[in-house]
């Protein structure tokens, strides 16, 4: 079963070369607000994009 990154790259749009995606994801603790899941989710996005970009980072601390 293909993973839904590597879906969106079999996908045909007039005058795209290609489709890439990268994804951030967080797990949930306790101690998490609104803004530090987002924030968390938000700096794993932009570690995909730093580690070559189409892919999935995350992050999942249960403290």
């Known amino acids: 079963m293909l993973e839904f990154r590597e879906k969106l790259g079999y996908m045909k749009i007039s005058n795209v070369e290609m489709v890439t995606a990268s994804f951030g994801v967080s797990g949930y603790c306790l101690k ?5 899941l987002v924030k968390k989710a938000n700096d794993m996005i932009y570690k995909a994009k730093n580690e070559g970009r189409n892919c999935v980072r995350y992050v999942d601390e249960y403290k």
């Open 32 to 36: 998490d607000t609104i803004d530090t």
